[in-house]
């Protein structure tokens, strides 16, 4: 079954670029990647998500390898505020199992002054 | 805003008792979700509904029962609480159009302790 995996934890320096890997190597064709943060005590929040093309927004940007089975989140200058669990998450199609979600373990990203 | 409001943030309940956590969605979504989170387990599926009526069990159904009567409400039903069933609930809803690029929207969890 397709599941994505991600280190447990990373570290990082204020105002430094993070860049957060997930490996999905059983994506499907049609499965989105989706990266989701949540911080203690809250529902996890949108942080950007993508097909195939490499992604930018507000936020972050999304690194996507050209054979789909891996991906990566990049930070581009961290804050403290971007402390947080960040998860990599497949979303399948409606049509390949209902449109569920495929969640990683998560990378704790603690941010350092 | 897109607003996923899960009826209670934290319960107390006795073994044995019927335990149901709402979750009302304003945004008119198909698809709607049950999760539960635990320490170093992540997020597992409970139940998912990807329209009125219609409900699929996902990772970890046991135990659970859902209900989706209206568009806008995902109930979980707790038959009968067991203290293993202590954790924190999380609804989510999502647009279906048959792709799978929507965004989802979480609300913010209900901790459950059964004692």
Request: glycine content about 8%.
């Amino acid at each position: 079954d397709a599941k994505t995996t991600q280190p447990n934890s990373m570290e990082s320096n204020e105002e430094e670029p993070v860049h957060l890997p997930c490996n999905h190597s059983t994506i499907s064709g049609t499965d989105y990647i989706h990266w989701y943060r949540q911080l203690p005590s809250q529902g996890p929040e949108y942080v950007i998500h993508g097909l195939t093309s490499n992604v930018n927004n507000r936020m972050a940007s999304l690194a996507i390898a050209e054979d789909r089975k891996s991906s990566t989140l990049i930070l581009h200058r961290a804050t403290l505020r971007d402390a947080a669990v960040y998860y990599c998450i497949l979303r399948r199609s409606r049509y390949n199992q209902g449109g569920k979600l495929i969640f990683g373990q998560g990378t704790e990203l603690s941010v350092k002054p | 805003d897109v607003k996923v409001t899960q009826s209670s943030r934290y319960l107390v309940k006795r073994t044995g008792e019927k335990v149901f956590l709402e979750c009302v969605q304003d945004m008119d979504h198909e698809n709607m979700f049950w999760y539960r989170q635990d320490p170093g387990l992540g997020l597992r599926l409970i139940y998912f509904s990807y329209d009125v009526k219609m409900k699929e069990k996902g990772d970890i159904p046991e135990g659970y029962s859902v209900s989706r009567e209206k568009k806008e409400r995902f109930s979980l039903i707790l038959e009968s609480a067991s203290t293993n069933q202590t954790s924190m609930y999380l609804c989510a809803s999502s647009l279906q159009d048959g792709r799978s690029g929507n965004t989802i929207y979480f609300g913010e969890g209900s901790w459950l302790t059964v004692v």
